[in-house]
C-alpha cells in the first residue's frame, strides 16, 4: 500500500507534507502536478522541499504541458473553461492512484478550517484530510511555516492563470517578459484572452493590457490570494 502526499507547494500542502514527516514517519511518495507554465521560483520552491524531505517530488503529468494541451483543445482556459485544472491535474492524478496497489492513500492539504470536498478525485480513492484530523486552520498552517522558516512563493499556479489578480498579471509582465510574450502570441493564435473581457476597467488582451502597464497606469494594491483552489492546495 502506497502513501502518497499530493504536494502543489502552496501552503498548505507545504505544511502537511513536512508535519506528516515529523508525526507519521513513513515512506511517503511525494507528487506534484507540473503543468510547464509554473515560474522559476515555483521550480525553485519545489527544489528546496526535496531537500526538506529528503525525497524526490514525482511529477505527476498529463501527456503534454499547458500549451500542448491549448492546442489540443483549441482554446484557452478561462473562468468560465475550467478544463486546464481538470486535464491537467485532477485526472493525472486519478490515472496515477489508480496504479498503485489496493487501498494506496492520497493525503491532501484541506485545513480544517475548510469543507472537505471527497468528489473531487471520485468515490473510490482513499484519501486523507490530516490538517482537519489535526484541527489547523490558516493561521495554524502560517504559524507552522514560519516556525520552519519555509517561505512560500507568491505565486503557486500557472504563470497565465486566468484566476489571477490584475496586479498578479503586472508582476508576471515586469518580471518574466519571455513567459508574458509567449502568454501574448497564444492569445493571437487562439482568437481568445485568458482574461474575461469586462472583468474590470483594464484591457482583456495581454498585448493591450501589456501596453497599460507600460504607459504607468496605476494598480490599487491588492491582497495575493491563490483564487483557484486545487492549483494552490
Known amino acids: 500500500m502506497a502513501h502518497v502526499v499530493g504536494l502543489s507547494g502552496g501552503k498548505d500542502s507545504t505544511a502537511l507534507a513536512l508535519r ?87 493525503y491532501v492539504g484541506l485545513r480544517a478550517d475548510e469543507e472537505a470536498r471527497r468528489g473531487i478525485y471520485g468515490q473510490d480513492m482513499k484519501i486523507r484530510f490530516p490538517m482537519q484530523e489535526w484541527g489547523w486552520d490558516e493561521e495554524a498552517v502560517w504559524r507552522y511555516l514560519s516556525e520552519r522558516g519555509v517561505i512560500i512563493p507568491d505565486r503557486t499556479d500557472c504563470a497565465w492563470c486566468p484566476y489571477q489578480r490584475l496586479g498578479e498579471w503586472k508582476d508576471l509582465h515586469d518580471k518574466h517578459p519571455t513567459i508574458w510574450l509567449r502568454g501574448v502570441a497564444l492569445e493571437k493564435e487562439t482568437g481568445h484572452t485568458f482574461r474575461s473581457p469586462g472583468r474590470d476597467t483594464w484591457p482583456a488582451d495581454m498585448e493591450s493590457l501589456g501596453a497599460a502597464f507600460d504607459s504607468g497606469r496605476k494598480l490599487r494594491q491588492f491582497n495575493r490570494t491563490n483564487t483557484c483552489r486545487v492549483c494552490s492546495l
Not at 508525526?23 to 511525494?30: F, Q
Not at 517530488?57 to 482554446?75: N, P, S, W
Not at 478561462?78 to 489508480?98: D, G, N, Q
Open 20 to 106: 506528516l514527516a515529523e508525526v507519521e514517519p513513513r515512506d511517503y511518495t511525494y507528487i506534484c502536478n507540473e503543468t510547464g507554465n509554473e515560474l522559476p521560483e515555483m521550480q525553485g520552491h519545489w527544489a528546496k522541499l526535496e531537500q526538506m524531505l529528503n525525497k524526490p517530488i514525482v511529477r505527476v503529468r498529463y501527456h503534454t504541458d499547458l500549451e500542448g494541451a491549448i492546442k489540443e483543445q483549441g482554446m484557452l482556459p478561462s473562468v468560465f473553461a475550467r478544463w486546464c485544472t481538470r486535464i491537467l491535474k485532477i485526472e493525472p492524478t486519478i490515472k496515477y492512484m489508480e496504479s498503485l496497489p489496493e487501498n494506496s492513500t492520497l
